[in-house]
């Protein structure tokens, strides 16, 4: 739970940002939440203090100095059987969920998806690099696990992931037998194995030139060795077995430019795995559902037309 600091943060955001034309996040309560693990996390580090919400700037809406991992649950009206995994951006510094998860979230739960957004540690509050991948992997096997009291198939169960979020995304759908951490409840019998995966402007390579990004400096450092950036890239482990992916670029995207989107795409394909991939003309970077003016705007329609296509099969 977001501490009572954090609360009061909050309420003085609404006074601040009111004059400032700012809506205030809304994530501060509402949706039931699942905490990922009892009692303290797995891993080294942790941060201290309460969970800090971002004002307004760049990091509006976005949450850090998380210290108890968890899931805020979006049950829709009526259920379609389907859930997916939302995971925010943010460079693992950060989770953007005011203008990227949250959205995305309510788009989907208004369409019959049981979501859950996923508030994942970060290694700037003092996790190791390994605690967000192993709480994406908890997460999906909760949601399996727990399937039926959500009323949802455990084999129509997906992620969806914004830019270091999609790297987190795509990590659990192509990495999801790799051991991130130990546990033996019963959650742990099921497959952290995403059935579908859905990345919007993802990072997808840390290797040069895309070398740039927070979300490599974050995972792997400063000057990480050849190795390490090919372990942490997502086309390194492209594979048949892959869940079928959808990826979703915008051409003048400073962050994340298509290439990553395209490495991916072509790794995957090259491999015999299901990938789709869409690049709009313009809207650069961190858009979430975009706005009605943009081209950009569609790839929520598009995406529901791609899944659709893929349970017909």
């Known amino acids: 739970m977001i501490a009572r600091r954090a609360l009061l943060t909050r309420a003085a955001m609404v006074g601040a940002c009111a004059g400032l034309g700012f809506s205030v996040p809304a994530f501060a309560s509402g949706p039931e939440e699942i905490p990922l693990w009892p009692g303290h996390p797995p891993g080294k580090g942790g941060p201290s203090g309460p969970e ?17 991992p968890r899931m805020r649950v979006f049950r829709p009206a009526q259920p379609n059987g389907s859930a997916v995994l939302v995971m925010g951006g943010g460079g693992y510094f950060r989770i953007q969920l005011w203008k990227e998860s949250t959205p995305a979230a309510q788009w989907l739960q208004e369409r019959g998806f049981t979501v859950f957004e996923l508030l994942y540690r970060l290694p700037n509050d003092g996790w190791d690099a390994a605690a967000p991948f192993a709480d994406a992997q908890r997460a999906m096997k909760i949601i399996r696990t727990r399937a039926d009291e959500f009323g949802i198939r455990p084999d129509r169960i997906g992620v969806m992931g914004f830019s270091a979020g999609g790297h987190l995304a795509g990590y659990t759908a192509l990495q999801p037998a790799r051991a991130f951490y130990e546990g033996a409840d019963r959650f742990e019998t099921a497959s952290a194995r995403p059935d579908f995966s859905v990345l919007l402007f993802p990072v997808v390579t840390l290797r040069k030139p895309f070398d740039t990004t927070r979300t490599r400096r974050e995972i792997i450092g400063n000057d990480p060795s050849q190795a390490a950036q090919e372990q942490w890239s997502l ?4 594979s048949k077995d892959a869940p079928p992916t959808i990826i979703f670029s915008s051409a003048d995207d400073p962050i994340t430019p298509p290439a990553h989107g395209i490495t991916l795409f072509q790794a995957l394909r090259a491999q015999g795995a299901s990938a789709e991939l869409h690049i709009f003309n ?14 950009l705007s569609q790839w929520p329609s598009i995406f529901a037309k791609w899944l659709d296509s893929k349970f017909k099969k």
């Open 52 to 68: 800090k919400i971002g004002g307004p700037g760049a990091g509006y809406g976005a949450v850090s100095n998380i210290s108890n």
């Open 235 to 238: 086309d390194t482990h492209a």
């Open 282 to 295: 313009e809207g650069g970077h961190g858009w979430g559902l975009g706005t009605p003016d943009q081209a």
